[in-house]
Nanobody
Framework: QVQLVESGGGLVQAGGSLRLSCAAS????????MGWFRQAPGKEREFVAT????????SYAASVKGRFTISRDNLKNTVSLQMNSLKPEDTAVYYC???????????????WGQGTQVTVSS
């Protein structure tokens, strides 16, 4: 059974940092692009960041570019999201996802985690 399990969420003050991790089990995702998405209350889920299979290619939503960094460790089958300079508008449930393709993308994800809550207080 394929599982993506996120961790690292929590409550932080504006300007603070959090690091989210996503651990994959059931199969290796070392040849798959991975991504992070988020969904705030009352809003649709939106793209945050994506990384290709090698880790060399990344892309970010404009709202997080320069503040968030996505990375991966293929030996450990994990992907991370370092979030700095957090703002109240970053409050959301954050989801890890994997694509069947090795190329990064803002859409077309086939596997999803259950999400982890990030709350940024002002």
């Amino acid at each position: 059974q394929v599982q993506l399990v996120e961790s690292g969420g929590g409550l932080v003050q504006a300007g603070g940092s959090l690091r989210l991790s996503c651990a994959a089990s059931g199969r290796t995702f070392s040849r798959n692009a991975m991504g992070w998405f988020r969904q705030a209350p009352g809003k649709e889920r939106e793209f945050v960041a994506t990384i290709d299979w090698s880790g060399a290619g990344t892309s970010y939503a404009a709202s997080v570019k320069g503040r968030f960094t996505i990375s991966r460790d293929n030996l450990k089958n994990t992907v991370s999201l370092q979030m700095n300079s957090l703002k109240p508008e970053d409050t959301a449930v954050y989801y890890c996802a994997a694509r069947s393709s090795s190329a990064y993308s803002t859409s077309g994800y086939d596997y999803w985690g259950q999400g982890t809550q990030v709350t940024v207080s002002s």
